[in-house]
């Protein structure tokens, strides 16, 4: 099963929830933003400096670096390829063709762009509960 995680900017809960998926579940995932800006100039997570530093550290205690990974905007083809779509963007922000999707799952996750680490920890360890739960729902294991 191909799943595609969709946040807004691609930076944060999209990243995090792909990055999960594949170390504790090994599905394949991709991930993507309803709003990405300047992905031509800004190609790797790490580019963004401070602004992600939280991010890194926080899944640096898991044992991942996102800090190579690059953002993508959402396209009409990765909602072809993708047999799941976990949408954790504000509504308003997400394309017209995906919002009907039958494929498409919303969960609840706040944004955390901005935040501190404890509230990035505390976003990953919510991702991890619900990646499990998709997990076990949709029979994955």
């Avoid at 640096?60 to 976990?86: C, F, H, N, Q, Y």
Wanted: charged share 35%; proline share 4%.
């Amino acid at each position: 099963m191909k799943i595609l995680f969709v946040c807004k900017g691609n930076v944060g809960r999209s990243q995090i929830a792909e990055a999960l998926l594949k170390k504790y579940h090994r599905l394949d995932s991709k991930s993507a933003g309803t709003v990405v800006s300047n992905p031509e100039k800004i190609k790797r997570l790490g580019e963004l400096g401070e602004r992600v530093s939280t991010l890194f550290q926080s899944m640096k205690e898991e044992g991942i670096d996102l800090s190579k990974k690059k953002r993508k905007k959402i396209t009409p083809e990765m909602v072809k390829e993708a047999d799941k779509i976990i949408i954790m963007a504000d509504h308003e922000t997400v394309p017209d063709f995906l919002k009907e999707d039958p494929k498409v799952i919303y969960w609840d996750v706040k944004d955390p762009e901005g935040k501190n680490l404890d509230f990035h920890r505390k976003t990953k360890e919510q991702l991890k509960g619900l990646i499990d739960n998709f997990v076990e729902i949709y029979q994955l294991k």
